[in-house]
C-alpha cells in the first residue's frame, strides 16, 4: 500500500447482521454503510451460513459505496469460531457451519479425548461448534469423503480477504479464540492440530495488518474499485474493538465488546486463575500477546428479556425496580457464560410491568458483565463499546457493580469496524478522549448489586458453573 490510506471499506460479519462500512481514518468515524440480517440456512447437510448471499451483499455494497466515496483498501472483521473448508478448486469442500449447531457434540466423548488442555490453549470447553476444533473433528468423522477432499483450512475473516485477493491466509486472532486450535503460549498451532494432521491444511499465518494483496480483477471491474487496492488479512471481531485502546490507552484497562455476545477483556489486570468451566478464556491480541477474557451471550439474552415489550421505560421505573429489589437470575442462554447450567429467574414480589422489566433485563446484563470482569481480573477503568454503550441502564449499573470508572464509547454503531479500520495505518492514533464517563449512580444502586450478588451466593451459582 503506498502512501498513507484514508477511506476504508470494513466488512463487519457479525453473528446477527452483516456489515459494509466505510470509515474516514481522519476522524475516525463512520461515514456510510450498508446493512442485512445474516441468516442461517437450514438446508444441506447442517445448518450453515449463506455465503453466496453474503458475497452478493459485498460486492453490490462495495459498488455503492465506490460510487458515493473513493476507497482506498478494504479489511474484514468477522465473528468467531467459524471457518471455511476449501477443496483443490477453490471452492467448499463442506458448507460453513453455523456454530450454534449440536452436531459436535454427537462425538463430545471422543472429541474430548484429543482436545489439548486448557493450560496448553487458554480455551474451555464449549458446546456445539463454540470449539472450532470440535467442528473440524465432528466434520471430518460424520462427512468423511467430502473433508478428504480439504485443500486449505482459513478462519472466516481470512475467507473473505481470500474471496476479494484469490491469497490464502491464516490470522492468531480468529485462530486464538477459543478455538482448540491455538497454542498463545507458544505462538503456533496446538497438540490438536498435528495430533489430527491439520498442519497442512492450515493456510499461512499473516498478522493482521498485511496486505494480501489487491482485489482480483473481475471484482475491480464489478463494483468500481481501483484495480490496485489492497485487502488487509483481518481480524477477529472482538479484538477489532480492542485494538484501539491497545494503541492508545496505558493498561489498567477492560474492554467490554457488547453485540450478540458481550466479551470482557482485561488489559494488564489483576493475576487471575482463569476458570474454564465459566467460560474464560485467552484472547489472542492482534499483536499475539494473550488477553484474558470472560464471555456470555447477552445480546442474545436481552433479546429473550425483551420480546414483545412495549419499548421505553421512566425513571420511575428504575426506582421502583431498585426499591424492590426485583433481580434477574442466570442463566437465559445456556450452555456459555460464567453461569452456563444455572436456570434462568426471577426474583419479585407481585406483577412486573414491561417498563420495570426493561430496566431489570438491563441491570441483568450489568451484573453478569460485572460478574465477567471479576472473573478475569479487570482493573481501571472499563470501556463498553457496541449497542450497550447507549444504554445508559446498563452503563450506570455496572458502574456501580464494579466500583470503578466506565467510560461509553459509542462513538460507532459497533467499535468492530474502528478497530478494523486501524490495520490499514495506526500512526493516525490519538490518545483515547473519554467522551462520555459515567457518574457514580448513587448507593441504591450499589445496594442492588450487592443483593443480587447476594442472592446468586445464596442460590450457590458463585461455587459452580
Known amino acids: ?39 442461517v440456512q437450514t438446508d444441506g447437510p447442517y445448518p450453515h451460513h449463506d455465503v453466496d448471499r453474503l458475497w452478493r451483499f459485498i460486492l453490490d455494497g462495495l459498488a455503492e459505496l465506490r460510487q458515493r466515496h473513493p476507497v482506498d483498501a478494504l479489511t474484514v472483521t468477522t465473528h468467531g469460531a467459524t471457518a471455511a473448508l476449501l477443496d483443490s478448486k ?33 480455551s474451555p470447553r464449549l458446546p456445539a461448534g463454540l470449539n ?10 460424520a462427512f ?50 498435528d495430533r489430527m494432521s491439520w498442519r497442512a491444511l492450515m493456510a499461512p499465518v499473516r498478522p493482521a495488518q498485511d496486505a494480501l494483496g489487491p482485489v482480483l480483477p473481475d471484482i475491480a471491474g ?21 485494538l484501539p485502546h491497545l ?33 474464560t478464556l485467552i484472547n489472542v491480541s492482534a499483536s499475539g500477546d494473550p488477553v484474558p477474557s470472560a464471555r456470555f451471550m447477552g445480546g442474545r439474552e436481552y433479546a429473550v428479556l425483551t420480546d414483545g415489550l412495549e419499548q421505553g421505560w ?84 455496572l458502574s456501580a457493580a464494579t466500583g470503578r470508572g466506565v467510560v461509553a464509547d459509542a462513538g460507532s454503531a459497533t467499535g468492530t469496524s474502528i478497530g478494523a479500520t486501524l490495520l490499514a495505518d495506526y500512526s493516525g492514533m490519538r490518545s483515547s478522549n473519554d467522551r462520555k464517563i459515567i457518574e457514580y449512580p448513587g448507593s441504591h444502586w450499589n445496594s442492588y448489586a450487592r443483593r443480587w450478588l447476594a442472592e446468586i451466593k445464596a442460590r450457590g451459582l458463585a461455587d459452580r458453573p
Open 90 to 122: 477453490g471452492g467448499l469442500a463442506l458448507p460453513v457451519l453455523d456454530y450454534e449447531h449440536d452436531g459436535p457434540d454427537t462425538l463430545a466423548s471422543d472429541y474430548d479425548a484429543v482436545r489439548p488442555d486448557f493450560s496448553e490453549s487458554g
Open 247 to 279: 494503541l492508545s490507552r496505558l493498561p489498567p484497562f477492560s474492554v467490554v465488546s457488547t453485540g450478540t455476545w458481550v466479551v470482557a477483556m482485561a488489559v494488564g489486570g489483576r493475576p487471575a486463575a482463569l476458570d474454564p468451566e465459566r467460560d
Open 132 to 141: 472450532l476444533g470440535a467442528q473440524f473433528f465432528w466434520q471430518s468423522r
Open 1 to 39: 500500500m503506498t502512501g498513507r490510506p484514508r477511506h476504508i471499506a470494513v466488512i463487519d460479519i457479525g453473528k446477527t447482521n452483516a456489515k459494509l462500512a466505510l470509515v474516514d481514518l481522519a476522524s475516525p468515524r463512520e461515514i456510510d454503510h450498508r446493512r442485512m440480517p445474516n441468516a
Open 222 to 242: 464489478y463494483t468500481g474499485l481501483e484495480p490496485t487496492t489492497q485487502v488487509l488479512c483481518g481480524i477477529h471481531d472482538s479484538n477489532a474493538s480492542l
Open 314 to 397: 421512566t425513571e420511575d421505573d428504575v426506582a421502583a425496580v431498585l426499591s424492590k429489589g426485583i433481580l434477574h437470575l442466570p442463566s437465559v442462554q445456556q450452555g456459555s457464560g460464567p453461569f452456563p447450567r444455572s436456570r434462568a429467574a426471577w426474583v419479585c414480589d407481585g406483577e412486573i410491568g414491561s417498563g420495570e422489566r426493561q430496566v431489570a433485563s438491563s441491570f441483568y446484563l450489568a451484573m453478569m458483565t460485572a460478574v465477567c470482569l471479576d472473573l478475569v481480573g479487570a482493573d481501571g477503568v472499563t470501556v463498553t463499546e457496541g449497542p450497550f454503550a447507549t444504554n445508559d441502564l446498563f452503563l450506570r449499573m
Open 144 to 193: 468423511p469423503s467430502a473433508f478428504a477432499n480439504v485443500a486449505a483450512i482459513m478462519a472466516y475473516p481470512q475467507y473473505w480477504a481470500w474471496r476479494l485477493t484469490g491469497i490464502a491466509a491464516n490470522e492468531v486472532t480468529s485462530l486464538g479464540c477459543h478455538t482448540d486450535l491455538w497454542n498463545p503460549a507458544a505462538g503456533d498451532f496446538s497438540s490438536l492440530v
